[in-house]
């Protein structure tokens, strides 16, 4: 896959308002927000699966 096939919209995550990911340049940018029991917003942190990483585990889950 290139650089420009990459879908830069957010992708929901399903079970939650709180956590989506992106397709980066660089992998997978998944982002969650941390809120208090009324709904505030405290902190917004993400982390970067690169995609190394990611192929890695696809051949891993296809082995037969």
């Known amino acids: ?4 096939h990459l879908q830069l919209t957010p992708h929901a ?8 990911w992106y397709e980066e340049e660089k992998g997978i940018s ?7 029991k ?3 917003l405290h902190i917004t ?3 970067l699966l690169p995609w190394t990483s990611i192929r890695g585990a696809l051949k891993r889950k296809d082995k037969p």
Do not use: H, L
């Open 45 to 47: 942190e993400s982390i």
């Open 30 to 36: 998944v982002v969650q927000e941390f809120r208090d």
């Open 1 to 4: 896959m290139s650089n420009k």
């Open 38 to 40: 009324n709904g505030m």
């Open 13 to 20: 995550i399903r079970g939650t308002v709180t956590a989506w």
